[in-house]
């Protein structure tokens, strides 16, 4: 059973450009979420999704930044204009829905965007 | 989420018990304790959650004091490959025991294990 799958591993983009990451969640997971370190910094949460919903984006910047979960297909999270401040290593996490035993997320080995 | 308060760094010999303290004294009754840790540029990794009980799994140990306040994460022989930021998490979960993965992280204990 493969774990959570994140691509790219490394991302360059130059400002001004979009950068796109992957999630694909652990096979029977229906929920993802998206997080962000930045360089010598905490985990932060970012936003919280099911299939074709986003449930939690309390953590997301107010601009530039959106994320997705379609029905089919990985879990994309979308920089647009991406500024050297977002140069961070991002994570996406995912579980199951609730079956009525307390479980955890499980996250995958990230994607670092770094903006030249 | 209840706030956590963790030692910033620890270290501990190859071979020996790591024991990583975490006060939560502000723990209400329906929040879970939760460990994960994080190697150096990997993603968290899970080890191990508890509510009122002590649990423990092939990774660890969680002891939980009676009244909830603090716990302890018990590494049984800790190896170099237990170096890592260690963060204690806890947190309630909301209707129908969904978002397990909406967590708040603090700043953890650094555990360094010295050969």
């Known amino acids: 059973n493969a774990g959570v799958m994140q691509n790219p591993r490394h991302l360059v983009r130059r400002r001004g450009q979009e950068a796109r990451l992957r999630c694909s969640p652990m096979?029977?997971?229906?929920?993802v979420y998206w997080y962000r370190q930045l360089p010598e910094e905490g985990l932060k949460f970012m936003v919280y999704?099911?299939?074709?919903?986003?449930?939690?984006e309390s953590g997301m910047p107010k601009e530039r930044f959106s994320a997705e979960f379609p029905k089919e297909g990985p879990s994309i999270l979308r920089i647009q204009q991406v500024v050297r401040g977002d140069s961070a290593a991002y994570f996406c996490?995912?579980?199951?829905?609730?079956?009525?035993?307390?479980?955890?997320?499980?996250f995958g080995q990230g994607t670092r965007l770094t903006v030249v | 989420d209840a706030k956590t308060t963790q030692p910033t760094s620890m270290d501990c010999a190859e071979g020996r018990a790591a024991n990583l303290p975490c006060n939560h004294s502000?723990?209400?009754?329906?929040?879970?304790v939760y460990w994960y840790r994080q190697i150096h540029s990997q993603g968290p990794q899970y080890i191990i959650h508890?509510?009122?009980n002590n649990e423990t799994n092939e990774m660890a140990s969680l002891i939980i004091t009676e009244d909830r306040k603090s716990s302890t994460l018990i590494l049984p022989h800790a190896t170099l490959r237990d170096t890592a930021v260690y963060y204690c998490?806890?947190?309630?979960?909301?209707?129908?025991?969904?978002?397990?993965?909406?967590?708040?992280f603090g700043q953890g204990t650094i555990l360094t294990v010295h050969p």
């Open positions: 096979k029977g997971h229906s929920h």
């Open positions: 502000t723990i209400s009754g329906n929040e879970y």
């Open positions: 998490i806890v947190r309630v979960l909301n209707a129908g025991g969904t978002s397990y993965g909406k967590l708040t």
């Open positions: 999704l099911q299939k074709e919903n986003i449930i939690d």
């Open positions: 508890g509510l009122k």
């Open positions: 996490a995912s579980s199951p829905r609730y079956t009525g035993v307390v479980t955890e997320a499980f």
